[in-house]
């Protein structure tokens, strides 16, 4: 086991869950977080902070100093976007930023880098076909910018394997659970639903997984994690009829909710995210996260089960422990 980490976006939904399972080991942690991050509150105080951006060549300098052979950096930082034209800088983020922490793994020669890709970043397959890990990370590959942007950034973390550098890359499914003061499209859902505000769903389902589950299994890769390796970190199917079920059989409550097609929902979703953006409303429900909903997500986690002893828990108990962490919070 490392003796120190280094661990980007350590302030965003996953991150805080990360920091959280590596305290669990006697270990040093340095988070590189933004300045005047309001988040950095959810941090625990035992651990050093360094304020900076991983697009700045100097912020990184600063978080990589005491950096060496017995570091493992950990880096999720990234931008998430459900959006049809996102614009440059999920790119100058998700592939420039990774870029350049590729570039100060190798000059400090760390010990190891665990890479947080994206199952979008993963070409799809026909429906009933399994996904793996075995795959071409391609931009050409993949739909919408999120994606193509992590599909970049994922061939370029495999190469530096190449250059001698020692990385892994986790590949999560859609992250649900309780903690996410972001409010996420799922969490959202849920927190409209609890307080009577969701008259309407959409048809529809993916792969979900407990943001503890992936957290856990990223410091079990950076222990167990092979160089050149990638591990799905996946939960299990559900619609979303399922989850609200969930919610409401954790928490005894009776709500009706009609259910929208998704050829529907695909009809509807341009007009509402140009409202949404309009009103400089949170992006929610627009062409590409209908389209997810509308994939194949049958993602195979053998390889991580194998090598990492990674077992997800069940979708309900994630519901039920977010629905009363949201309760108690609203």
Not at 56 to 66: H, I, K, V
Request: proline share 4%; glycine share 8%.
């Amino acid at each position: 086991m490392f003796q120190k980490f280094l661990v980007t976006g350590a302030s965003g939904f996953l991150g805080r869950a990360l920091i959280a399972e590596l305290q669990k080991k006697d270990t040093q942690i340095c988070a590189l977080i933004m300045e005047n991050d309001p988040l950095e509150r959810e941090l625990p105080q035992s651990i050093s902070v360094v304020y900076g951006d991983i697009c700045d060549d100097a912020s990184l300098d600063r978080f990589f100093s005491s950096a060496d052979s017995e570091t493992c950096v950990i880096h999720c930082a990234g931008i998430v976007s459900v959006a049809s034209h996102p614009g440059e800088k999920i790119y100058e983020v998700n592939v420039g930023g990774t870029n350049n922490v590729l570039r100060h793994c190798e000059k400090k020669d760390v010990g190891k880098l665990v890479y947080v890709s994206s199952v979008h970043a993963i070409p799809e397959k026909p429906k009933g076909t399994e996904i793996t890990e075995e795959a071409v990370f391609s931009p050409g590959l993949v739909h919408g910018d999120y994606a193509k942007s992590k599909a970049i950034a994922t061939k370029l973390v495999f190469e530096a394997v190449n250059r001698g550098l020692d990385t892994s890359v986790v590949f999560p499914s859609g992250i649900i659970g309780p903690g996410d003061i972001g409010k996420g499209s799922i969490t959202n859902m849920l927190q409209s639903f609890l307080s009577g505000k969701l008259p309407l769903a959409v048809k529809g389902g993916y792969d979900f997984v407990d943001v503890r589950d992936v957290a856990a299994g990223i410091v079990s890769c950076a222990e167990k994690g092979k160089a050149g390796r990638g591990y799905i970190l996946s939960g299990q199917y559900a619609s979303v009829r399922d989850i609200l079920e969930a919610a409401k059989e954790a928490l005894q409550v009776k709500r009706t909710v009609a259910f929208l097609p998704i050829s529907c929902a695909k009809m509807i979703a341009p007009i509402y995210e140009k409202w949404s953006l309009k009103k400089k409303q949170p992006l929610f429900f627009t062409p590409y996260a209908i389209s997810v909903l509308d994939s194949n997500s049958q993602f195979c986690r053998e390889a991580a089960a194998a090598a990492l002893g990674y077992t997800p828990r069940s979708l309900k108990s994630s519901i039920r422990d977010t629905v009363l962490w949201l309760k108690k919070s609203m």
